[in-house]
């Protein structure tokens, strides 16, 4: 599909950029726009496994924190949450946090955090792993979308440049091996 410079093709590359924009956030598992969240977790070493050694690992719904988020627990739900979790550790490239199990069995947690990015402002640009991903899966989805000419040399080209992104974001993606999940 040969785009110039017309409405409809202004079009055509704003509707290539949502839907690669949404592509990335499917392969790491995250939602990339900027956005606070608060999620609570129970806690029970009886029924979770302890990994790594001495923590909990909390699974956030979303990866690619801001900032340290807060950490608070209670004994139950219909608590107020302020008590502060002392000795986190935060991967915030991924979503985890590790919560330290020693006194904290049978609790419930609840964290509260800034994910994703806006490119408003160069301190909310987004990782260039990201971008990178993005702007490769626009040529993808534009191959997806043509019809016509040397289609299948084309199309080898941009599934090379698939697979491209998807390596790029290896490094942002997400497990769930021995994490605990939000509540709700």
């Not at 029924?47 to 909990?56: C, G, H, L």
């Not at 991924?94 to 490119?119: E, I, K, M, R």
């Not at 991903?133 to 599934?159: E, H, Q």
């Amino acid at each position: 599909m040969a785009l110039g410079p017309t409405p409809a093709a202004a079009t055509s590359i704003a509707s290539a950029l949502t839907a690669a924009h949404l592509r990335v956030e499917i392969e790491i598992a995250t939602h990339l726009d900027k956005a606070a969240s608060t999620e609570t977790f129970r806690l029970d070493a009886s029924v979770q496994n302890i990994q790594p050694k001495d923590y909990f690992k909390l699974r956030l719904k979303n990866g690619l924190l801001r900032a340290a988020p807060t950490v608070t627990y209670d004994d139950s739900l219909d608590g107020d949450f302020t008590a502060a979790v002392d000795g986190c550790k935060f991967d915030l490239d991924h979503g985890f946090v590790y919560v330290p199990a020693a006194d904290l069995d049978d609790v419930y947690v609840q964290v509260a955090y800034v994910s994703g990015y806006d490119d408003t402002d160069e301190a909310g640009a987004s990782p260039p792993a990201v971008r990178e991903a993005i702007l490769t899966f626009v040529a993808v989805v534009i191959d997806m979308c043509s019809v016509g000419g040397d289609k299948v040399s084309v199309s080898n080209a941009y599934k090379v440049a698939g697979e491209h992104a998807g390596i790029v974001l290896q490094q942002l993606g997400r497990s769930s091996n021995h994490c605990v999940t939000p509540m709700y």
